[in-house]
């Protein structure tokens, strides 16, 4: 079923829906007007009014015989026995078909010594208990009645014919700008054009939807630029190693030309150019995740996933005799525990790197920060805004091994935890200090 066709269909029911409640109070506010109005009049002949004569009422007997000789025999019922019979004490109003005529019944009980008219006009006085039936022609009533019941079948069809074409116009009219932002949409599907943009047009839902979708597209548009800038990127990075790799492989196939000492430095080249290409590719792999780790999401202790960090970074510190001195808080955080592992790493890792021999590193955390400091020679104001940028490498840093990618992982590790991350100059070590904040539980 079509959005359209729903769109008629709603309009068509919630017509009808207010037809049938607007018929039903009609025929109902209008039956019981009829009917209370006979009711009146027969309650003002029964004692209310003395001076209504017309309308003819007749006395039952508790034995079913009939007080006056005129009474129809079809007029004495169960109904009206039970009343005869004392079996009743309030009166009931019915009505029921009487001489192939619809017709108005009062039926009143009379005690024992009800005086009542007899014959010749007479008065007398009842020995058992009795029924007073008064009657009043209803066959009009009922007639308007089913008059009224005709002429609303008529004005409910023609309104609901009325309500399914103007649901269709609605429909159309109303779903026309949604054709048209879906044929722009079907239109950069088919094209894979992400620059396109639709109208906005005005603030209202469907305003709303093309907003929405124009953001959409801009973050699509994005993350596809970022896609090929990361392969490009990737790839001129990929070169270098390879291509030393090449030339090295092609020196090697000389090998009994070459002095032991050359072939020696020559293979401890090829095994560091495979590392760093290693290395390389696992950064890429890190990065390329994104937010979408696979690790369970677990509260942990700050501190003692620094402490684990450190221990390990203390590995490689002692090549260059750096002192990595530790001030740790406990401070609970939720989140996945290999992506912080890493991002702590890269800093440290970072760190070691520009900080010269015999100097020292300082980490410490404190409500959810952590902070990573070194004596290395810090880094320049105007490199600030492009340290966290993939690929990216200072001029200090051009000549250390690395890959350029892992501030980038960092920012992407706290960007999963919503955290933030700065850079500044220690002012007690000189070096730089990278400040991690994430919320703490």
């Avoid at 079948?153 to 309104?159: A, I, K």
């Avoid at 030393?244 to 000389?254: D, F, K, W």
């Avoid at 996933?305 to 203390?314: F, G, H, L």
């Avoid at 920012?411 to 919503?418: L, P, T």
Wanted: glycine share 6%; charged share 20%.
């Amino acid at each position: 079923m079509t959005f359209r066709s729903r769109v008629i269909a709603a309009t068509v029911i919630a017509a009808a829906l207010a037809v049938v409640l607007a018929s039903l109070t009609s025929f109902l506010t209008t039956r019981n007007a009829l009917t209370n109005s006979v009711d009146q009049s027969l309650l003002e002949a029964h004692g209310f009014n003395d001076d209504i004569q017309s309308t003819p009422s007749f006395i039952i007997l508790a034995n079913g015989q009939a007080l006056q000789t005129n009474t129809p025999p079809s007029l004495i019922d169960a109904t009206v026995l039970k009343f005869a019979k004392g079996q009743e004490s309030k009166y009931i109003f019915r009505t029921v078909q009487f001489n192939d005529q619809a017709v108005r019944e009062l039926v009143y009980p009379l005690a024992v010594g009800a005086v009542v008219t007899c014959a010749l006009n007479a008065d007398c006085q009842l020995k058992t208990t009795a029924a007073e039936v008064y009657i009043a022609d209803f066959s009009g009533q009922v007639a308007e009645l089913r008059n009224l019941v005709r002429t609303l079948l008529l004005v409910s069809v023609g309104v609901l014919l009325l309500a399914l074409s103007l649901g269709v116009l609605l429909a159309r009219n109303a779903l026309h700008p949604l054709e048209d932002v879906t044929d722009e949409i079907e239109t950069i599907a088919e094209t894979s054009d992400m620059s396109r943009r639709l109208v906005e047009g005005d603030v209202d839902e469907l305003g709303r939807l093309r907003r929405v979708f124009n953001r959409l597209l801009g973050t699509v548009e994005e993350s596809q630029s970022l896609q090929r800038q990361l392969v490009l990127d990737a790839s001129h990075e990929l070169r270098t190693p390879l291509t030393s790799l090449r030339t090295n492989a092609q020196v090697l196939s000389r090998a009994p030309l070459l002095a032991p000492e050359d072939l020696e430095q020559l293979t401890t080249d090829m095994v560091a150019q495979v590392d760093e290409l290693a290395a390389l590719v696992g950064d890429l792999a890190e990065l390329a995740r994104g937010e979408r780790s696979e690790g369970p999401v677990e509260q942990l202790r700050l501190d003692d996933v620094v402490e684990e960090c450190v221990e390990t970074a203390r590995t490689y510190a002692r090549i260059k005799n750096v002192i990595i001195e530790v001030d740790l808080e406990t401070s609970l955080v939720v989140g996945r525990r290999d992506r912080l592992v890493r991002a702590i790493s890269n800093l440290l890792t970072n760190a070691i790197k520009f900080t010269p021999n015999g100097s020292e590193i300082r980490v410490t955390t404190a409500h959810g920060t952590i902070t990573v400091s070194d004596s290395g020679p810090g880094v320049a104001p105007d490199d600030i805004p492009l340290i966290f940028n993939r690929f990216w490498r200072s001029p200090l840093s051009r000549g250390l091994p690395g890959s350029g990618l892992g501030l980038s992982i960092v920012d992407q590790v706290v960007a999963e935890f919503d955290g933030v991350v700065d850079v500044d100059q220690d002012p007690e070590l000189g070096g730089a200090r990278f400040s991690i904040t994430v919320p703490t539980v």
